[in-house]
């Protein structure tokens, strides 16, 4: 078999779904087809843009697009509210779609997927035609508003810049032939995975433009990197295959809400953030790590920034234990009138590296917390828990943020 030429061939297709929540809420509901939406967490003018459709963004309304902003820019604007449950299903069914044309080796988010490409697969003309036939079962199989845009590329990395190149529903082929010409048109912030702070920085280093970025030694990105992954961008920004490394290990679990207007109060939030931080401490346990810090974040109303505070512990993932430390943290909380409210979970230890506390008061305890999640498991979420919440707070089911999707268990 003649394999194809390393410079003109292509490794991986990376896809990359169009307006993604914003689509299924148009596939599910022909009405909104062609229209200007958004969805947001909550129906209130405080809340911003998680997705827009096209028609929403040729308009100028983008993700993080306050609502209030958004009628000011076009009045017909439909704000929709999210439906996470839906987004996770539409995922799972593009998964089946796309493994029907080739095997999906990596799930990058939500709403993004790689694909490596084998012998023949990875001539432009075949890989190209195997993009076609990716789009055709998305539209055949999910439904015709779920476009994607791909990314054939000899690596994932310039797979994600392609399909960036090209929107909605395009495809663009990187070779090391074309390079680096087609990426000299964009942006610093264009580029994956530069973001404004780095940006800054490759400006402080005499880097202003993609063609210096390009021209730059590898040993110069290292500097303004400050370490390795300034080599490993380097390397995949010329189209070596490789990936940088990530640890197999979870590093943080938090989750964040921005409040419904009856919950914008020190107790509304407060509930809130007991419910965040249970749903969190259940995810801890179901992953199979223990917690070493907790944080607490509020951002408030009438532009007066935000607050954090964090605490230390022992290793945990008992959550009336976390509870009791979100009460402490709360007392130092100022009062002014929130608006969203977060917590995280920091120095994950996974369970296998867990160094048990031989001076706990109370091990017993501890037993407590994955007794209420076989409940819940039985009877449906929040079923049982700790203290009473109101029911508006209870309500609160698993969030499809983009770089994670939720599992079953969360709704």
């Not at 939406?37 to 209130?44: A, C, G, P, R, S």
């Not at 084998?118 to 190209?128: D, F, I, K, L, Y």
């Not at 590093?251 to 921005?258: D, L």
């Not at 979420?381 to 999707?405: E, N, Q, Y």
Request: aromatic residues 8%; contains cysteine; hydrophobic residues 40%.
């Amino acid at each position: 078999m003649n394999l194809p030429k390393a410079d003109n061939a292509v490794q991986w297709l990376f896809l990359d779904l169009n307006a993604f929540f914003a689509s299924c809420e148009q596939q599910e509901t022909p009405a909104l087809r062609g229209m200007p939406i958004i969805v947001v967490q909550t129906l209130t003018d405080s809340a911003c843009a998680i997705a827009a459709s096209y028609p929403a963004k040729r308009l100028g309304i983008t993700t993080g697009t306050l609502l209030r902003e958004a009628r000011r820019i076009c009045p017909d604007v439909i704000p929709v509210q999210a439906n996470h449950r839906l987004y996770t299903d539409y995922h799972e069914r593009i998964l089946k779609a796309v493994d029907t044309c080739l095997p999906i080796e990596k799930v990058m988010s939500i709403d993004e997927m790689a694909c490596r490409l084998m012998g023949t697969e990875r001539r432009v003309p075949q890989a190209q035609e195997l993009a076609h036939k990716v789009k055709l079962a998305l539209r055949e199989q999910v439904g015709e508003c779920l476009t994607c845009s791909i990314g054939l590329a000899p690596n994932v990395f310039l797979g994600k810049v392609g399909s960036d190149l090209q929107k909605p529903d395009g495809l663009v082929v990187i070779t090391h032939d074309n390079l680096p010409d087609i990426l000299l048109g964009l942006e610093l912030q264009d580029v994956y995975g530069i973001g404004a702070r780095m940006e800054e920085r490759l400006n402080r280093a005499g880097i202003s433009t993609v063609a210096q970025l390009w021209e730059a030694t590898p040993f110069r990105l290292r500097r303004v990197w400050g370490g390795i992954n300034g080599l490993l961008f380097h390397q995949m920004l010329h189209g070596v295959d490789i990936q940088p490394p990530s640890s197999r290990f979870a590093k943080s679990m938090g989750h964040q809400h921005v409040l419904e207007p009856e919950l914008r109060t020190s107790e509304g939030a407060k509930d809130y953030a007991r419910h965040l931080l249970t749903k969190a401490a259940e995810r801890l346990r179901r992953g199979d790590y223990y917690c070493r810090r907790l944080g607490l974040h509020l951002s408030w109303l009438a532009d007066l920034g935000s607050w954090w505070n964090e605490t230390n512990f022992n290793e945990t993932r008992d959550t009336g234990f976390l509870l009791g430390r979100l009460d402490q943290l709360w007392t130092e909380v100022p009062a002014y009138k929130p608006l969203s409210v977060g917590v995280v979970l920091l120095d994950l230890v996974p369970a296998d590296r867990h160094q048990p506390d031989l001076f706990a008061a109370d091990q017993k305890h501890q037993k407590l917390s994955p007794l209420i999640d076989r409940i819940n498991d039985r009877y449906g979420r929040c079923a049982i828990g700790f203290g009473l919440l109101p029911p508006d707070v209870r309500a609160f089911k698993g969030h499809a943020a983009f770089h994670r999707v939720p599992e079953a268990w969360e709704f």
